[in-house]
């Protein structure tokens, strides 16, 4: 039975108030005590490891409660002889209460129990006595500003934030969302979006000076709880995640106050790091602190794309696994050998089809190259074609017939529009014959049409390289050499692995062009695709270097990007223009409605409830693809 006390604090001094859960009598509130920068050391492990100690400290993060809460409680000591800002030292500490909701926020609290680690965050564990000494003790919130310094001594800055109360006062953007819908959270950065190194400058120093940079200029706004799959799914506030109210890439959020912690999302999936968990958040009870404020002006939803002019739109979209054949224990590819990527159902697929074809429908090009299409005979092609005239009106598209291309799971493919062009002559297919890798990249299918209104004509090459995903080489010895021991290895210039065989790609693909494999083009030539490379590595550079002008760039500029990995941003999805057709060009736009979007707003169904199934999804064009589509205007 747990009896209660009431202490007289502070007039009459400090002693016991009251003694939870262990049945054993406490010292004195006030009492020699170990302060919590001794427990938390210089470093960031506790130097007092599997000691049992006593310490004191106020309740600024109540998280108490069986998983997925995190099962305790933080407390900071606000002796001022303990602010880290001297010290370098943390004031605050986790304390572990196992699935009990015994104390509550701005209580005083004096604790024993044995320090430890977990998950690289200090804690009390084995909890011995709780002792709660106030009520109503308010605790300032300590300031942090991003970028932060650097390490010291191999000891992260955020390490003498841990555990405390924390506010940030700048406004921050977000620059990742890919674990909002798993975990409930999102990485956040100042100024803007974090850009990948290599979109912004060549492989070298400044690229490298860039990754650091990015490094030292993110954090993680957490949801409170280690949940995997939570419901709701508390950002944006004030409603949560919807269909319709979504948060992107680039929107502005304000006034984060809350407990710096180093933990993982509960799981392996979400690693260990340091994020912030609000004192209020959808999910908590009522505090005097506010929620996190966000603000979607920067990046709006655009409903379609930004105008370009020009009598003829041609449009590059990944459409991210198109397949007809169903479901993951499937077998697919030419030799139905390889394990099918698409949809796990029909009705998956019927949600994947519906916002891909809204998608297609905005985009109103008149020529698309499609990327990552289930490389069958036709079906997959035909299926998308029949849909898309099933909404327009009949023969509205047409698709070039090539079956199969190369070995791969996947193939590219063109349809167009049959009023405003048609093609000439054969499809060309550059391919192992022509000398070109065909077994790591996607052969590339080039295309002459001719412009039905002005008889003008124009070869278009979709291409889909290697990715840049370590694949077999992940386990090869001389990856693991410094100086990596073969050329596709990653080198660490930032252009990640298989970098040799995109950039052979691209000196055989304009070599190619320039053979006019089609028979029946000109000057007008026009590269679009995957890539898989960012603006300034070396295959852009290689096809730059033949003559071709990157359309994003020269029209776009540096903040262009078409998708998103690991909270940086750059676009792989290219359009590149030879010399005589550059001239031709009226505009281009990289239409977001894909990298900035959270990927649980897509047609999966997997890690939701049946509720989200309806409230995370609309057949509109936004999270059709895990990529933006380009769209380039011409005047032929």
Same mark, same amino acid.
């Given at each position: 039975?747990?009896?209660r006390?009431?202490?007289?604090?502070?007039?009459?001094?400090?002693?016991?108030?009251?003694?939870?859960?262990?049945?054993?009598q406490?010292?004195?509130?006030?009492?020699?005590?170990?302060?919590i920068?001794?427990?938390?050391?210089?470093?960031? &492990?506790?130097?007092?490891?599997?000691?049992?100690?006593?310490?004191?400290?106020?309740?600024?993060?109540?998280?108490?409660?069986?998983?997925?809460?995190? /099962?305790?409680?933080?407390?900071?000591?606000?002796? %001022?002889?303990?602010?880290p800002?001297?010290?370098?030292?943390?004031?605050?500490?986790?304390?572990?209460?196992?699935?009990?909701?015994?104390?509550?926020?701005?209580?005083?609290?004096?604790?024993?129990?044995?320090?430890?680690?977990?998950?690289?965050?200090?804690?009390?564990?084995? &909890?011995?006595?709780? %002792?709660?000494?106030?009520?109503?003790?308010?605790?300032?919130?300590?300031?942090?500003?991003?970028?932060?310094?650097?390490?010291?001594?191999?000891?992260p800055?955020?390490?003498?934030?841990?555990?405390?109360?924390?506010?940030?006062?700048?406004?921050?953007?977000?620059?990742?969302?890919?674990?909002?819908?798993?975990?409930?959270?999102?990485?956040?950065?100042?100024?803007?979006?974090?850009?990948?190194?290599?979109?912004?400058?060549?492989?070298?120093?400044?690229?490298?000076?860039?990754?650091?940079?990015?490094?030292?200029?993110?954090?993680?706004?957490?949801?409170?709880?280690? =949940?995997?799959?939570?419901?709701?799914?508390?950002?944006?506030?004030?409603?949560?995640?919807?269909?319709?109210q979504?948060?992107?890439?680039?929107?502005?959020?304000?006034?984060?106050?809350?407990?710096?912690?180093?933990?993982?999302?509960?799981?392996?999936?979400?690693? *260990?790091?340091?994020?912030?968990?609000?004192?209020?958040?959808?999910? /908590?009870?009522?505090?005097?602190?506010?929620l996190?404020?966000?603000?979607?002006?920067?990046?709006p939803?655009?409903?379609?794309?930004?105008?370009?002019?020009g009598?003829?739109?041609?449009?590059?979209?990944?459409?991210?696994?198109?397949?007809?054949?169903?479901?993951?224990?499937?077998?697919?590819?030419?030799q139905?050998?390889?394990?099918?990527?698409?949809?796990?159902?029909?009705?998956?697929?019927?949600?994947? /089809?519906?916002?891909?074809?809204?998608?297609?429908?905005?985009?109103?090009? *008149?020529?698309?190259?499609?990327?990552? !299409?289930?490389?069958?005979?036709?079906?997959?092609?035909?299926?998308?074609?029949?849909?898309?005239?099933?909404?327009?009106?009949?023969?509205?598209?047409?698709?070039?017939?090539?079956?199969? !291309?190369?070995?791969?799971?996947?193939?590219?493919?063109?349809?167009y529009?049959?009023?405003?062009?048609?093609?000439?002559?054969?499809? =060309?297919?550059? *391919?192992?014959?022509?000398?070109?890798?065909?077994?790591?990249?996607?052969?590339?299918?080039?295309?002459?049409?001719?412009?039905?209104?002005?008889?003008?004509?124009?070869?278009?090459?979709?291409?889909?390289?290697?990715?840049?995903?370590?694949?077999?080489?992940?386990?090869?010895?001389?990856?693991?050499?410094?100086?990596?021991?073969?050329? *596709?290895?990653?080198?660490?210039?930032?252009?990640?692995?298989?970098?040799?065989?995109?950039?052979? =790609?691209?000196? =055989?693909?304009?070599?190619? !062009?320039?053979?006019?494999?089609?028979?029946?083009?000109?000057?007008?030539?026009?590269?679009?695709?995957?890539?898989?490379?960012?603006?300034?590595?070396?295959?852009?550079?290689?096809?730059?270097?033949?003559?071709?002008?990157?359309?994003?760039?020269?029209?776009?500029?540096?903040?262009?990007? +078409?998708?998103?990995?690991?909270?940086?941003?750059?676009?792989?999805?290219?359009?590149?223009?030879? %010399?005589?057709?550059?001239?031709?060009?009226?505009?281009?736009?990289?239409?977001?409605?894909?990298?900035?979007?959270?990927?649980?707003?897509?047609? +999966?169904?997997?890690?939701?409830?049946?509720?989200?199934?309806t409230?995370?999804?609309?057949?509109?064009?936004?999270?059709?693809?895990?990529?933006?589509?380009?769209?380039i205007?011409?005047?032929?």
């Amino acid at each position: 039975m747990t009896e209660r006390y009431f202490p007289l604090w502070p007039l009459i001094g400090l002693f016991s108030g009251l003694l939870l859960a262990t049945g054993l009598q406490a010292s004195e509130c006030g009492s020699d005590y170990t302060p919590i920068h001794r427990i938390q050391g210089a470093g960031d &492990v506790t130097p007092l490891q599997d000691q049992v100690v006593t310490t004191e400290g106020v309740i600024v993060g109540d998280f108490q409660g069986p998983t997925p809460r995190l /099962r305790g409680f933080y407390i900071q000591d606000t002796a %001022t002889d303990n602010n880290p800002a001297y010290t370098g030292r943390s004031n605050g500490l986790f304390i572990y209460n196992h699935d009990a909701e015994t104390v509550r926020l701005q209580q005083r609290v004096r604790v024993t129990g044995t320090a430890t680690e977990f998950h690289g965050q200090a804690q009390l564990a084995a &909890v011995r006595a709780i %002792t709660v000494c106030a009520d109503d003790q308010s605790v300032a919130a300590t300031p942090i500003r991003l970028p932060f310094p650097a390490a010291v001594d191999g000891v992260p800055y955020l390490e003498r934030y841990e555990g405390m109360r924390v506010s940030v006062p700048q406004t921050l953007y977000v620059t990742d969302v890919f674990r909002l819908g798993r975990f409930g959270e999102l990485t956040l950065s100042t100024h803007e979006r974090l850009w990948q190194p290599t979109h912004k400058f060549p492989p070298g120093s400044r690229a490298q000076a860039l990754t650091i940079a990015n490094q030292h200029n993110r954090i993680v706004l957490d949801d409170t709880l280690n =949940a995997q799959n939570p419901e709701p799914i508390v950002w944006p506030t004030p409603y949560g995640l919807s269909a319709s109210q979504s948060v992107r890439g680039g929107h502005a959020v304000r006034g984060i106050v809350g407990v710096m912690t180093y933990t993982w999302g509960g799981h392996r999936s979400s690693p *260990d790091t340091y994020r912030i968990h609000p004192v209020q958040t959808l999910t /908590r009870l009522p505090s005097n602190v506010p929620l996190p404020k966000f603000d979607a002006t920067p990046n709006p939803r655009l409903s379609a794309p930004a105008e370009i002019g020009g009598r003829l739109r041609v449009a590059g979209f990944n459409v991210f696994n198109y397949f007809t054949t169903l479901g993951s224990g499937s077998r697919c590819g030419p030799q139905g050998n390889l394990p099918c990527r698409g949809a796990a159902n029909q009705r998956e697929f019927t949600r994947q /089809r519906d916002k891909i074809i809204a998608a297609l429908t905005a985009m109103n090009a *008149d020529i698309v190259g499609l990327v990552e !299409l289930e490389n069958n005979d036709y079906s997959a092609i035909a299926d998308l074609v029949s849909g898309l005239n099933q909404r327009l009106g009949a023969d509205q598209y047409r698709f070039i017939n090539t079956g199969t !291309l190369g070995p791969d799971v996947i193939k590219v493919g063109l349809i167009y529009r049959p009023a405003s062009v048609v093609p000439v002559g054969d499809y =060309a297919v550059l *391919d192992r014959q022509a000398g070109f890798d065909d077994v790591r990249n996607r052969p590339p299918l080039a295309v002459t049409f001719q412009e039905q209104s002005s008889g003008q004509r124009l070869t278009v090459a979709v291409n889909h390289f290697k990715s840049k995903r370590a694949a077999e080489l992940d386990n090869e010895p001389a990856c693991q050499r410094h100086p990596p021991g073969l050329a *596709d290895c990653d080198q660490g210039d930032g252009q990640g692995y298989w970098n040799h065989t995109r950039t052979r =790609a691209a000196q =055989a693909l304009v070599e190619w !062009l320039a053979t006019n494999p089609t028979g029946q083009g000109g000057e007008h030539r026009l590269i679009i695709g995957d890539l898989n490379a960012y603006a300034r590595e070396d295959p852009i550079r290689t096809i730059e270097q033949a003559g071709y002008t990157n359309l994003i760039r020269a029209h776009l500029g540096d903040q262009a990007y +078409s998708f998103s990995f690991g909270g940086q941003w750059g676009y792989l999805d290219h359009a590149l223009a030879s %010399t005589r057709l550059s001239a031709h060009v009226t505009g281009v736009t990289v239409w977001n409605i894909n990298a900035d979007e959270p990927p649980i707003l897509g047609a +999966s169904m997997a890690y939701q409830s049946p509720t989200q199934h309806t409230t995370l999804y609309a057949s509109d064009p936004f999270r059709s693809s895990d990529h933006d589509p380009v769209i380039i205007g011409l005047d032929l």
